[in-house]
């Protein structure tokens, strides 16, 4: 099953079944790190950036 057709599945389930499914992605430690990260990452997509070698310049570390 592709993504695709999982979202499609998942918004096709009622409230509870889609709750149970989260329920279980959150219960797994690993699966759960991996939302956090999506999570942040999608918080931060607007954020502005900088190059890496500004970073380590600004840090006075030896790239």
Do not use: C, G, Y
């Amino acid at each position: 099953m592709s993504a695709a057709q999982f979202i499609h599945e998942l918004e096709a389930m009622s409230k509870s079944e889609r709750e149970s499914i989260f329920a279980s992605l959150v219960e797994n430690q690993e699966w759960r790190e991996d939302l956090f990260d999506l999570m942040t990452i999608a918080d931060r997509r607007n954020e502005p950036v900088r190059p890496i070698d500004e970073v380590f310049s600004d840090l006075k570390i030896d790239a």
